[in-house]
């Protein structure tokens, strides 16, 4: 279980730079900056965002998936898969 908390552990420190870009983006706007410039750091807040979703779903699918997998629980593998597919749709929005 380790993985999972330092995963977590690096996800929020990475969390905690997104934030200082959103907040940069605010000061930005209210500062009455470039629009290009506000949204290239919106853009890659975003990106930042993207980045971190993507590690949290490898987790998910090498330790959450592979467990129930392990398990050979049928409703839990059904569970599993469904709610994968539902973030894949979403994320292809």
């Not at 997104?18 to 009455?32: L, Y």
């Not at 290239?40 to 959450?64: D, M, T």
């Amino acid at each position: 279980m380790k993985t999972h908390t330092t995963t977590h552990t690096e996800n929020l420190v990475r969390l905690s730079r997104i934030e200082g870009q959103v907040k940069g983006v605010k000061r930005m706007i209210g500062d009455g900056e470039y629009c290009i410039g506000i949204v290239n750091q919106i853009q890659a807040a975003r990106s930042a965002l993207q980045s971190i979703s993507k590690k949290i779903l490898e987790k998910h699918l090498k330790h959450c998936v592979a467990n129930a997998l392990e398990q050979r629980d049928e409703a839990d593998i059904d569970q599993k898969l469904e709610e994968i597919m539902a973030v894949i749709k979403r994320m292809g929005k």
